[in-house]
């Protein structure tokens, strides 16, 4: 019988390198997703959102999630309430 074949093959602590990359890529990567994104839309206060979504998933994971959230609500309201409203004039 043959020995089973480690899962991240001859590289030692390869499961824990794998979580502290990921402990590493989603917090920088919710954070940088969320710059552009503010950028993007016009959010004068792209930075400040980018730090605190980054921080709180350095926090933890739970609450990082709800700061995102936090995110998309504040960014889809200003779009809604920026966009001209039908039936309404314009003079």
Same mark, same amino acid.
């Given at each position: 019988?043959?020995?089973?074949?480690?899962?991240?093959?001859?590289?030692?602590?390869?499961?824990?390198?794998?979580?502290?990359?990921?402990?590493?890529?989603?917090? /920088?990567? +919710?954070? &940088?997703?969320?710059?552009?994104?503010?950028?993007?839309?016009?959010? %004068?206060?792209? @930075?400040?959102?980018?730090?605190?979504?980054?921080?709180?998933?350095?926090?933890?994971?739970?609450?990082? /999630?709800? +700061?995102? &959230?936090?995110?998309?609500?504040?960014?889809?309201?200003?779009?809604? %309430?920026?966009? @001209?409203?039908?039936?309404?004039?314009?003079?």
């Amino acid at each position: 019988m043959t020995p089973p074949t480690p899962l991240f093959g001859a590289l030692p602590g390869g499961p824990e390198l794998t979580i502290i990359l990921l402990i590493l890529v989603i917090p /920088i990567g +919710a954070g &940088l997703f969320v710059y552009s994104d503010a950028k993007r839309n016009g959010l %004068d206060y792209a @930075p400040a959102w980018a730090l605190g979504v980054t921080a709180l998933f350095f926090a933890g994971f739970l609450p990082g /999630i709800p +700061a995102f &959230l936090a995110y998309v609500y504040v960014r889809e309201k200003q779009a809604r %309430d920026a966009s @001209p409203r039908p039936g309404a004039e314009s003079e």
